[in-house]
């Protein structure tokens, strides 16, 4: 049994399809995005030249027993004046608490050798979204990450504590709500706000500034740090065929845009149907499970700090899902709130969501130096 680096081409797709074992007999497991991954643990992935990152297997004979990728970024140190190391991706089969431990142990001596004092496990904005504890006989909504129950074992026992909790709410749409909805968008707008979905037709100029709002007035929110904008354009130009422009809308106030909001389709109802088929070769089946869709994603808002406190976050999220429910969706997620961010839950609570899944990120202190022999 040896733990080993893993960095060409081949090595990473071999990590990526390690899922596909460790999840072959559950139903409810989507498959990453093997491009979108690939790119992000190659390096790839638009964080600049102050992200580093390493993909490391533990593996017995030809076998692989485990997978985690572990990452430091600078622009997340300066933003929180930390040495803070990321482990990510991490994946396993059941019954290899020695395996485990021999991969986190390697994963960590790397991290330390790049100056880290600690080591965050399962959530780097723009990576990773924590691992779930709950809902799991629930297909996961589209970003957030599915796991095994016994994976939390696993963290424990490699020295981990539980740092922060993290929620995701749902709510069903009703006649009710929607009238609700519309007092909310009615109310800002009559306070002089005026809220428009983005123009899809010079999307990178709207990338640049969901850029800037997003690092403004998530600047003091834990966790997260500067993205740039070729992260962000991900979630932009990267599925503008996946996108409808109405579930998107800015905030505008005397020509200053204050606030944003950014929804999408549940890609994952479609995907999930696809898993383990090739999409090239079942396009059809794809378009008719994209047209199928019945769940929607509120992924994340932002109001500027000068300008909270005016209802103008109900009515951006108001009218992303009044746009929703004009297209006959059922349901909608509102994600990802921290256990502590009051403000944001009570918006949910006022949209008329309730938590359905919860999660966790997890810390470890990196005290002691790197042991001799540790891989590189």
Sequence with gaps: MGVRSMN??????????????????????????????T????????????SQIQAFCVEEGNRMLAT??????????????????HLLFFEALPDQDTAV???????????????????????LPGMQLPLTIDAYDAVPTVFHTYNPPYYHSYVKNGGFRTEYGVVQYQVHFTPELAERYRRMVEQVTNAGVSLRPWNFDRLEEETEIFTDLFNETFEKHWGTMPLPTAVMSGLTVGLK????????AFAEVRDEIVGFVYS??????????MRGKSIEENFPELQKGLENIDHCVLLVIGVKQGYRGRSINLGLAAKSYLAMIE???????????????WPSRRTAEKLGARVTRNFNVYRKELTEGPRSGASR
Excluded at 74 to 82: F, G, L, S, V
Excluded at 115 to 120: E, K, P
Aim: proline content about 4%.
């Design 39 to 50: 790119e992000l643990l190659s390096g790839k992935g638009g964080f600049g030249s102050g």
């Design 327 to 341: 297209r006959g969706y059922k349901t909608a997620s509102y994600t990802v709130v921290l256990d502590d961010n």
């Design 68 to 85: 985690v990728a572990a990452a430091k970024d600078e622009a997340y140190d300066r933003r929180w004046n930390e040495r803070m190391g």
């Design 8 to 37: 060409t081409a081949e090595e990473l797709q071999r990590y990526i399809d390690f899922g596909q074992e460790v999840y072959r007999q559950n139903p409810h497991w989507v498959p990453p995005d093997s491009h979108h991954l």
């Design 241 to 248: 065929d996946f996108l409808i422009p109405e579930f998107t």
């Design 101 to 123: 431990d021999s991969l986190i142990q390697a994963a960590c001596e790397w991290l330390q050798v790049r100056g880290c004092q600690a080591a965050r496990l399962s959530m």
């Design 264 to 273: 999408l389709p549940d890609l994952n109802q479609a995907f999930h149907q």
